[in-house]
Each structure stands twice: as structure tokens, then as C-alpha cells.
T-cell receptor, first 111, second 115 residues
Framework: DSGVTQTPKHLITATGQRVTLRCSPR?????VYWYQQSLDQGLQFLIQYYNGEERAKGNILERFSAQQFPDLHSELNLSSLELGDSALYFC??????????FGNGTRLTVT | AQSVAQPEDQVNVAEGNPLTVKCTYS??????LFWYVQYPNRGLQFLLK??????LVKGSYGFEAEFNKSQTSFHLKKPSALVSDSALYFC?????????????FGKGTKLSVKP
């Protein structure tokens, strides 16, 4: 068990809708990262937060946003969903400059 | 720009035999290289990393990786494969200026170990 908790495990929604994915990092970890894993794009870094502040951005669409709260949990918001957004979304946490601990992911299906 | 390549989609090995999963990289500066493993329906787990120092890096579960600067490779190895090693293996390189969590991953190599 990595200590990183992601909810929900599965999410099925329709095109055009908005969803929120939640992540609780490992105790003591200040950094939270979001990754998207899909068959065609592979594993892609979306965004990083460190102690509540955005630290780095990767290939995150403008329709997607994230935040990290004072208790260090993080939420990834996906809006105006398209079929191509169907993927596994992983949250990972770490102390700032150490390897990642991944959650088990949220599988998003957009129909 | 940084990139990693895993030239094999799948590697098949008999239990007890040595295994190698290949990775080559392209970076503009000093490479920070990682191997992660993913079991079905699970998140990735960190195996090992190379930042500097000895070219042979030892990691979790008996895995090791050999850094070769002239060949820009970072192959994952294990002397004796187990059936339980069957999983998806990812090589990754750190994004320039980023932390050890800002990574560019390869597409992954599926390792299948048969009894």
C-alpha cells in the first residue's frame, strides 16, 4: 500500500459533463502530482502542487484544473468532458525531491 | 527536449533466467533516470533511480539497472526472473529543472515470466 488514496475508483459520465477526482497524499508528503494514463498517449504528467501552490504544469488541457487544499489533499476537476478524456488518472505524492508514491488511480469513462 | 524510448512492447522470459528490459534516453543535461513497475489495476511503484555515481544501480525486489552514458541507455536487469515479476515496466526521465516527480515516461514494456 502506497499510502496515497484516490476516490472514486471508477467514474462513468457523459460528454459535456464535469467531474472531480480526489486524492489524499501519503502522510508527510507536501507534493502532489496528477498523471493521465491512456492507451494512445501513454502516461503523461498533468500538474504538480507543493504545499498548496502550483509548482509545475505539464500537458494539462485548459478544461482541466486542480488545486491542493490546506490539509494537502488535492482535487482534479475535468470539465466539458470529451470521449478522448477517458483514461486512468493517477495521483502521486512525494517529499519535494524524492521518487513518487502512486495511488491506484481513478478510471474515467466518458460515454 | 527530453525523451525516453522503450523499444520492446513485450519481453518474454522463463522463470529462473536473467531478464533485461531496455531503455534509451535523450536529455540536454545530466540525466535523472528512473524505473517504475505497474501491476494490474494498481498505480506505479518506484524501483530504482540513477542521479549520479556508480553506473550500476541496485533497487527493489532484486532489480538493478546499468547506466551507460555513451550508449544513452539505462537497461533494467534481474539475474533470475520470478513469475511474480510479470508486470508493466516504465522507464522515465526527469523534466529539466523539475523535481523527481516531474517525469517523462516511456510507453512501457510488458514483462511476462513463464514457469
Amino acid at each position: 500500500d502506497s499510502g496515497v488514496t484516490q476516490t472514486p475508483k471508477h467514474l462513468i459520465t457523459a460528454t459535456g459533463q464535469r467531474v472531480t477526482l480526489r486524492c489524499s497524499p501519503r502522510s508527510g508528503d507536501l507534493s502532489v502530482y496528477w498523471y493521465q494514463q491512456s492507451l494512445d498517449q501513454g502516461l503523461q504528467f498533468l500538474i504538480q502542487y507543493y504545499n498548496g501552490e502550483e509548482r509545475a504544469k505539464g500537458n494539462i488541457l485548459e478544461r482541466f484544473s486542480a488545486q491542493q487544499f490546506p490539509d494537502l489533499h488535492s482535487e482534479l476537476n475535468l470539465s466539458s468532458l470529451e470521449l478522448g478524456d477517458s483514461a486512468l488518472y493517477f495521483c502521486a505524492s512525494s517529499m519535494y525531491n524524492s521518487p513518487l508514491h502512486f495511488g491506484n488511480g481513478t478510471r474515467l469513462t466518458v460515454t | 527536449a527530453q525523451s525516453v524510448a522503450q523499444p520492446e512492447d513485450q519481453v518474454n522470459v522463463a522463470e529462473g533466467n536473467p531478464l533485461t528490459v531496455k531503455c534509451t534516453y535523450s536529455v540536454s543535461g545530466n540525466p535523472y533516470l528512473f524505473w517504475y513497475v505497474q501491476y494490474p489495476n494498481r498505480g506505479l511503484q518506484f524501483l530504482l533511480k540513477y542521479i549520479t555515481g556508480d553506473n550500476l544501480v541496485k533497487g527493489s525486489y532484486g532489480f538493478e539497472a546499468e547506466f551507460n552514458k555513451s550508449q544513452t541507455s539505462f537497461h533494467l536487469k534481474k539475474p533470475s526472473a520470478l513469475v511474480s515479476d510479470s508486470a508493466l515496466y516504465f522507464c522515465a526521465v526527469r523534466v529539466d529543472g523539475g523535481s523527481q516527480g516531474n517525469l517523462i515516461f516511456g510507453k512501457g514494456t510488458k514483462l511476462s515470466v513463464k514457469p
